[in-house]
């Protein structure tokens, strides 16, 4: 809800780059702590509980909690990439009665290349993606790879996310 509507065309690479970085560096601090874990636990020393030893837990716990999230909410961002769909599509679809293909998939590849990008050293860096789209007229799975200014046969849609 605090996002509302400032997740669109323009930044929607910026904001999966920045779930995935948020992930990844939640995993690595997860990583680190769990090898101090297991450290002191293989150590023949008896532990003795102490701040540092509270502290250490909780940031374990808290780092652990975090990736179990992230994991969940980038790999769901990442599904929606690759079927091209945004997040109100995705709602709107769980109902039965509205249940139809998505004109607008081209497949995995060519609508993550509608994000990130065709370049594929650019994808997970923080530039513009180099994609030739408007923001208002995207390729539809009935038209040629990628839209033209000259073409006429794009479909129309507003992102609504």
């Keep these: 809800p605090w996002v509302n509507n400032c997740i669109g065309f323009r930044n929607y690479k910026y904001f999966i780059l920045f779930c995935t970085y948020v992930t990844v560096e939640a995993l690595f601090v997860t990583i680190v702590l769990l090898g101090g874990f297991i ?19 909780m940031c374990f716990i808290i780092s652990f909690m975090l990736s179990v999230v992230m994991i969940g909410f980038t790999g769901f961002h990442y599904s929606l990439v690759l079927r091209n769909v945004s997040t109100i599509e995705h709602v709107e679809k769980r ?24 370049q594929k050293l650019l994808w997970f860096i923080p530039v513009p993606s180099d994609f ?21 046969q794009t479909n129309r849609r507003t992102m609504q996310v």
């Design 39 to 57: 450290g002191a636990l293989s150590a023949k020393e008896k532990i003795e509980v102490s701040g540092a030893v509270v502290e250490y837990t």
């Design 95 to 118: 109902d039965p009665k509205k249940d139809r293909q998505n004109p607008f998939d081209k497949g995995p590849r060519q609508n993550f290349e509608q994000i990130m990008g065709t």
């Design 132 to 152: 030739p789209c408007d923001g208002v007229t995207f390729p539809s799975r009935h038209s040629s790879d990628y839209p033209d200014a000259r073409q006429q």
